[in-house]
Antibody, heavy 120, light 109 residues
Framework: QVQLVQSGAEVKKPEASVKVSCKAS????????IHWVRQAPGQGLEWMGW????????KYAQKFQGRVTMTKDTSISTAYMELSRLNSDDTAVYYC?????????????WGQGTLVTVSS | QSVLTQPPSASGTPGQRVTISCSGS????????VNWYQQLPGTAPKLLIY???QRPSGVPDRFSGSKTGTSASLAISGLQSEDEADYYC??????????FGGGTKLTVL
């Protein structure tokens, strides 16, 4: 069965960086884009960007340009999202989700979420 | 301030039909297909509707979606207590990003 399993919760200080992982199983990792979406406490969903695991190509939301880096390691079917220069507004649950780019089915499987807390 | 506008809350009694609206613009809903997600408390979102009105395997036919112009709607018929959740619309915006609605909290009275 398809699964996206994310790394555990993180507590970071302001100005630090965080790297969250998303390990895929149950399907061919390189065939599906991985998106990252975050949700601040009590707030809605916010798209951060995607990575194409086959090519390594990325597309980031303008808001995060210069601060986010999405990478992948196809040998272990894992995608990563690194966010730098953290501030309190970055406290959120970060989700990965997959997309089959050749279909209309978008974000059909999600990771369980990773809570990132930014606090001094 | 979300690019897509949803009512913050909706409610209904068991068995009723409720609808949740999602209003966008010509650069997003007006040109691309809409997806809906259900988020139960403390869990990750779940795909409910894709391509405006298609249900993934396993989603009950009580859930339906529609789109007209720059607006979309999610309808839930035969409301059940387990439908109590947050619902989000999402669509690709031709200004080069995915956008979500602010979410609608559905309460089953």
């Amino acid at each position: 069965q398809v699964q996206l399993v994310q790394s555990g919760a993180e507590v970071k200080k302001p100005e630090a960086s965080v790297k969250v992982s998303c390990k895929a199983s149950g399907y061919t990792f390189s065939d599906y884009y991985i998106h990252w979406v975050r949700q601040a406490p009590g707030q809605g969903l916010e798209w951060m960007g995607w990575i194409n695991p086959k090519s390594g190509g990325t597309k980031y939301a303008q808001k995060f340009q210069g601060r986010v880096t999405m990478t992948k390691d196809t040998s272990i079917s894992t995608a990563y999202m690194e966010l730098s220069r953290l501030n309190s507004d970055d406290t959120a649950v970060y989700y990965c989700a997959r997309e089959a780019p050749w279909t209309m089915i978008k974000f059909d499987y999600w990771g369980q979420g990773t809570l990132v807390t930014v606090s001094s | 301030q979300s690019v897509l506008t949803q009512p913050p809350s909706a409610s209904g009694t068991p068995g009723q039909r409720v609808t949740i609206s999602c209003s966008g613009s010509s650069s997003n809903i007006g040109r691309n297909t809409v997806n809906w997600y259900q988020q139960l408390p403390g869990t990750a979102p779940k795909l409910l509707i894709y391509s405006n009105n298609q249900r993934p395997s396993g989603v009950p036919d009580r859930f339906s979606g529609s789109k007209t112009g720059t607006s979309a709607s999610l309808a839930i018929s035969g409301l059940q207590s387990e439908d109590e959740a947050d619902y989000y619309c999402a669509v690709w915006d031709d200004r080069l990003s995915w956008v979500f609605g602010g979410g609608t909290k559905l309460t089953v009275l």
